[in-house]
């Protein structure tokens, strides 16, 4: 049974998942240049009070994206 598939920015604080691909081509770019690789494991840290932007921790690092840049994410959770 494969996982279902949703953007980073549906995720909640705490939650996990499986960089799956991109949403927009040129947002990918700066995505894959920043370790979000499809195959890596991402994990929402915190999420600002309005909902934007968004810290995760990815490649061993935290990263802070803005909103759509996290909708542009496609992830895999269990």
């Known amino acids: ?3 279902p598939v949703k953007v980073l ?5 705490g939650q996990k998942g499986l960089i799956d691909n ?3 081509f040129e947002i990918s770019l700066k ?7 499809p195959g890596e494991t991402v994990e929402v840290i915190r999420i600002a009070p309005l909902g934007d932007p968004i810290a ?3 490649s061993g690092y935290m990263l802070s994206l803005r909103k759509d840049e996290a909708s542009a994410i496609r992830v895999r959770t269990s």
């Open 56 to 58: 995760i921790a990815v």
């Open 1 to 3: 049974m494969s996982q």
């Open 31 to 37: 995505l894959l240049e920043m370790g979000c690789i």
């Open 22 to 24: 991109f949403t927009d």
């Open 9 to 13: 920015s549906e995720l909640k604080k």
